[in-house]
């Protein structure tokens, strides 16, 4: 028998939208599964990415942690694919881009009105650095593929897998290819 | 008088540019700052074809008998779709929150060209919306200096608006009245420049997002397959 692919998928600043999506392909789960095994990804909480085929990155790159989970992606994944608006070109959380970071942290935690008494900005240890700016993933690692979208549609994850794991190369037609 | 487009043969009048002539035949150049109605601007060379091995706009370059004209060829789709993604990364083009999101011609320019990246680095500028008109909203964010706003602002509608101001890569749209805001200035809804954007940067208040998804303008075809 031919041995499986092996596929990661991660959601680094999404919203795990693209994963839903992906689960939204309803029963060709079945298919998919018969064709491919999962390694680390939030469909089985696997914590270390191992030697793959195939990296599914969700979202953009917003803190340092979502720096080294993708450079971790990039290390291990033969090919590594963008998935969704965010990871291609920072999405919705790259609109705070054109902001200063600090005013943003000092208005979610420190002047809006409501905040309890002595709120301060966050600064546990084991919290991740934010960065300046959000960016999309190919600013950071090599990126082989793209599926655009908001999220990209289940006929379009699939049609994408399924070209890809075939051996072909992913093609999206008219209705497929669309960026919201 | 004719001449081959993409190896057909397309009939012209003489004074015709290549672009009205394709037109006129049904034939697709991509293209953003042209428009039929308006005098051509030159200047976003969507539309740059090879007219016997030399390169052109479409848009000004006059069709002649017996020319020989590439269009929809490997290279020149290749170079649209570089000249698509400075377009994307130069401004703040978030497609999932805008309003013009499928009715919008550089995104449906983007898909007919297979645009799958930005492949540059955003620059993700800093460019504040002016909501100051009670009917009309401008969010400079989306702007891509195509000037048709200017052509129908000052030509058929008689008022001058806007203008682009600054030069290279500090070029930005401009609205002419001494505040800078669109409030106080003359243009109305009705106005050609009101609905001329081929981007969402010049919306009508109140409307956005009442045609569902799947029944916008390029929902239902590639612009390619469409009037143009």
Redo the contacts between chains.
């Keep these: 028998m031919k041995s499986k692919v092996k596929i990661a998928t991660t959601s680094l600043a999404g919203c795990f939208g693209c994963h839903m999506s992906l689960l939204d392909i309803d029963l060709r789960l079945l298919d998919l599964v018969q064709l491919v095994d999962f390694d680390r990804s939030p469909i089985n909480d696997i914590k270390r990415v191992g030697a793959c085929d195939v990296g599914l990155i969700e979202g953009g790159v917003c803190n340092a942690e979502n720096i080294e989970i993708l450079r971790d992606y990039r290390k291990h994944c033969k090919i590594l694919v963008?998935v969704g608006?965010c990871a291609?070109?920072?999405?919705?959380p790259?609109?705070r881009?054109?902001l200063d970071l600090r005013d943003i942290l000092e208005e979610v935690y420190q002047t809006s009105p409501g905040l309890a008494p002595g709120s301060a900005i966050p600064n546990d240890p084991e919290l991740p650095l934010p960065l300046n700016?959000v960016?999309?993933i190919?600013?950071i690692v090599r990126?082989d593929?793209?599926?655009?979208g908001?999220p990209p549609p289940a006929d379009a994850l699939w049609k994408f897998l399924t070209d890809l794991i075939a051996g072909r190369t992913p093609v999206?037609g008219?209705?497929l290819?669309?960026?919201? | 008088m004719s001449f081959l487009l993409d190896g057909e043969e397309v009939p012209f009048i003489p004074g015709q540019t290549i672009m009205e002539a394709a037109r006129a035949a049904g034939k697709y150049i991509p293209h953003l700052c042209w428009d039929h109605e308006f005098a051509p601007h030159g200047s976003c060379k969507l539309c740059t074809v090879k007219v016997d091995g030399r390169f052109g706009a479409a848009c000004t370059v006059a069709a002649h008998e017996g020319m020989n004209v590439d269009n929809r060829s490997a290279e020149l789709d290749d170079k649209r779709r570089t000249l698509l993604q400075m377009l994307f990364v130069e401004g703040n083009h978030f497609c999932p929150s805008c309003e013009k999101s499928g009715d919008c011609k550089l995104q449906a320019t983007a898909y007919e060209l297979k645009m799958m990246s930005p492949h540059f680095d955003h620059f993700f500028p800093d460019r504040p919306v002016d909501a100051s008109h009670p009917e009309l909203l401008l969010d400079f964010n989306r702007c891509i200096l195509c000037e048709l706003c200017v052509r129908a602002s000052r030509d058929t509608d008689g008022k001058n608006v806007f203008a682009l101001s600054g030069r290279g890569i500090k070029t930005h749209l401009i609205v002419n009245s001494p505040s800078g805001r669109l409030a106080d200035t003359d243009m109305a809804a009705t106005d050609r420049a009101a609905s001329v954007c081929p981007v969402g940067v010049i919306l009508r208040k109140r409307r956005g997002f009442k045609v569902a998804i799947g029944n916008r303008t390029y929902d239902k075809a590639p612009i390619s397959e469409q009037p143009q």
């Design positions: 963008a608006a291609v070109n920072g999405g919705l790259a609109q881009n054109h700016k960016h999309p190919h600013e990126v593929y793209f599926v655009p908001c999206l008219h209705g290819l669309h960026y919201d």
